[in-house]
């Protein structure tokens, strides 16, 4: 495969990079490195990659058409589109960064794909917030997703809708995932398993919204990475329909955020200082996958509990950061 691959720096990106070249793909890496967080560790990220043969990398913005149209004859067989403007609560801050991100984007990446000739695969990142504030639990693919409490929720909807009508009008087989609360080792500096791990280790009050009263569905970033593999191996078939599938990509467990932090606090071995806060905008009370369809078409099921990623999330901070 030749894989054209957006945020290859991020968190995400890199892992799926990773991956990818290990089993031999070429992989042709697409970012930014904008400084939503810290470039340097996107820098260190990107320095992992950039020995290997197969791998080449651009700075480029997706929104720019002209450069990103540029690679429609490049012989490109895949794209893997995990670029965006990421964060509910940074998009009650900058929320033009998410329309120029998540929404052009999002279509000048789809123009892309019509445009290569014989793509084979379309495959790009939704998001569980999608979900909005859905009581129903858990979360199925199939569940209404029109009331999104938050910006960033509302332009993962829109990429969705755009991608259908995408494969709709030019047949391009097209896959979306809706990612649930990822964490890891390279990790974002914005997702609770880094920043409460930064401030507990230097004796600063870690921030618990919702006074605790919160269950995410956190996914290790291993589990993650396989179900994108697994995703970009089996492209939709285009039987009439649009060729158009989307899934969930979560551990199946909504685990309470206190528990989070007590297994955060027995792997570093050191007790947080709690700062309860209330709700915060645009976020929800609690998100739970439904990945039945994911397993059935995928063949994939999450198999890192939170006791084992939380030591590996820690274990790499400690090396990384001393």
Known sequence: MRILLTG??????????????ARGDNVIGIDNLNDYYDVSLKQARLDLL????????????????????????????????????????????????????????????????????????????????VYGGNTKI???????VAHPVSLYAATKAADELIAHSYAHLYRIPTTGLRFFTVYGPWGRPDMAAFSFTRDIIAGKPIQVFNHGKMRRDFTFID??????????????????????????????????LMRFIS???????????????????????????DIASTTRDLGWKPTTNIEAGVASFVEWYRGFYG
């Open 8 to 21: 290859v720096a991020g968190f995400i990106g890199f892992h799926v990079a990773r991956a990818l070249l």
């Open 263 to 289: 297994v955060l606090e027995n792997a570093l071995g050191q007790k947080a200082v709690m700062d309860f806060q209330p709700m915060q905008a645009g976020d929800v009370y609690k998100t739970f996958a």
């Open 50 to 129: 950039m020995p290997h043969k197969n791998f080449t990398f651009h700075k480029i913005n997706i929104a720019d058409r002209d450069a990103m149209l540029g690679f429609a004859a490049q012989g490109i067989t895949h794209i893997v589109h995990l670029a965006a403007q990421a964060g509910v609560r940074y998009s009650l801050i900058n929320p033009y960064a998410y329309v120029e991100s998540n929404l052009v984007g999002h279509l000048v990446m789809q123009e892309l794909a019509r445009h290569i000739p014989d793509l084979k695969h379309f495959v790009y990142a939704s998001s569980s917030s």
């Open 138 to 144: 858990p979360f199925a693919v199939g569940d209404e």
């Open 223 to 256: 589990d993650i990475v396989a179900g994108v593999v697994a995703a970009l191996d089996k492209a939709p078939v285009d039987t009439g329909a649009p060729p158009v599938a989307l899934y969930n990509l979560g551990n199946s467990q909504s685990e309470d």
